[in-house]
């Protein structure tokens, strides 16, 4: 033990002769620790909120959407230029079905949906309008900050009545309390009975769902809807008019445990396909599924980065070998006298080894050290992106709001897995050069200047 301590004290004042040297050769190793904490950090913040968007749309869920069909030969056109007719998705007799034959459901939500200009005085937004039941509010974890949510007597009477977002309340109501207001929206009045609160907007999901900004969202019973706006949407486009029926945007169902998911799922679209035939006019979506796809993205994310850091770890090694192998020349007399005095070729390797290796593991322990700061440095980061970057005036803004809400997580297993490559970087990288040390002859190593 104490041959090797003073093998250790030996390594540490033969590299402080040479301190902005010894310096300079650590930085690559400091970068590259840091990098390989720092961005497997990143990948598990960005996984983890994608899994909780995942998540929101909820594990026990099943959501059928509807989907327009891929060829318009259903549309019908008549005379004079107008076009109208494309009847397609899912229907409300689709939700009788799904409701009274389908085994283990917990609830189900219809939803019809447009995105219609709204409007307070001489306030404006466009905003998504939703028909919903009562359930909708549970199923899609919302929160309210004021007033409450549709219920079933709202639904029975098909009242005028709504419920905003967050955003849209900022909006129209920037100094005023929203509640009791009326805000119009198609021609149509109604009162406002409740706010909900800002909630991350939502990635698109696979192929058939797209993101969706929860904070501009008018909240309406659906019968209400139904009777107020109808099914038909007529499209006044370059003297030509189009119209496009949908019964139902979709239907959120929910199954007792997640063991019942994919067998529901089945049995959902098995009934589905017998009442729409051919038509590829919706689609599943299984949250569950999703989540597990999202676990598997998040071991492939990881790897990738953590080669990428890697590499510059390997190049932090070369620049370790390259300047112990010049130590190596400066130091041959020294080298020559060591071997006079009985110094064998073990003892040499052990202690340009041990250089190396006091090198490298300093400059992991420094890296770890600023990994730990990834979050802080990240916060800056994100400053920079949301005021210099991204145009949060534009369809960006949902994106900038998801990145201002990433935060990263330090994965905890990374630092010791970092800081032990960093180590045994030195002993790869500082093995060449203390071989060739060893190797020198001691009679030429004398006579070196």
């Not at 119209?243 to 009934?271: C, F, G, H, Y």
Request: with cysteine.
């Amino acid at each position: 033990m104490a041959n090797y301590l003073r093998t250790i004290r030996l390594a540490m004042k033969s590299l402080l002769l040479h301190k902005l040297r010894s310096g300079l050769t650590m930085l690559g190793i400091v970068f590259g620790v840091f990098s390989v904490i720092a961005m497997l950090a990143i990948g598990e913040g960005a996984s983890a909120q994608a899994q909780r968007q995942v998540l929101e749309l909820g594990a026990t869920n099943i959501i059928v959407v509807s989907v327009k069909p891929p060829d318009d030969s259903q549309q019908s056109s008549g005379g004079g230029g107008r076009s109208f007719g494309l009847q397609y998705g899912l229907l409300r007799s689709d939700y009788r079905l799904l409701t009274e034959t389908v085994p283990n459901l917990m609830g189900a939500v219809p939803i019809r949906e447009i995105i219609a200009e709204s409007r307070y005085l001489q306030k404006m937004i466009n905003a998504r309008l939703v028909g919903c039941t009562t359930e909708y509010a549970d199923m899609n974890r919302l929160q309210l900050v004021r007033g409450r949510f549709l219920t079933d007597q709202d639904e029975y009477e098909m009242g005028n009545v709504c419920v905003i977002a967050s955003e849209v309340a900022s909006t129209l109501f920037p100094f005023e309390d929203p509640l009791g207001k009326t805000v119009n929206v198609k021609s149509f009045r109604f009162r406002i009975i409740g706010v909900t609160r800002q909630r991350t907007a939502s990635a698109a999901v696979g192929g058939s769902m797209s993101g969706q900004d929860f904070n501009k969202d008018i909240y309406i019973p659906l019968q209400t809807f139904r009777v107020r706006i109808g099914d038909r949407i007529f499209t006044r486009m370059s003297g030509s008019m189009s119209a496009e029926e949908v019964q139902l945007n979709q239907i959120t169902l929910k199954v007792k445990t997640d063991k019942d998911v994919l067998p529901t799922s089945e049995v959902v679209r098995e009934s589905l396909q017998k009442t729409h035939g051919s038509k590829r006019d919706f689609d599943i979506i299984v949250p569950l599924e999703l989540l597990r796809q999202a676990d598997q993205i998040r071991q492939i994310f990881n790897i990738v980065l953590g080669s990428i850091a890697a590499i510059s770890l390997v190049v932090g090694g070369i620049g370790i070998m390259n300047i112990m192998l010049a130590t190596v020349t400066e130091r041959t007399r020294e080298i020559g006298i060591r071997r006079a005095l009985g110094a064998r070729q073990r003892d040499i390797i052990e202690q340009f080894l041990t250089e190396t290796i006091v090198l490298s593991g300093a400059g992991g322990l420094i890296g770890v050290l600023l990994g730990l700061l990834t979050p802080i440095s990240f916060t800056g980061i994100q400053w920079i992106v949301e005021n210099f970057i991204l145009d949060k005036s534009s369809g960006e803004a949902p994106m900038a709001r998801m990145f201002a809400e990433m935060q990263p997580q330090i994965a905890w297993w990374s630092l010791p897995v970092a800081f032990g490559i960093s180590v045994g970087i030195g002993i790869v990288f500082g093995l060449y050069p203390a071989q060739s040390a060893a190797r020198l002859d001691p009679i030429e190593a004398l006579r070196h200047e």
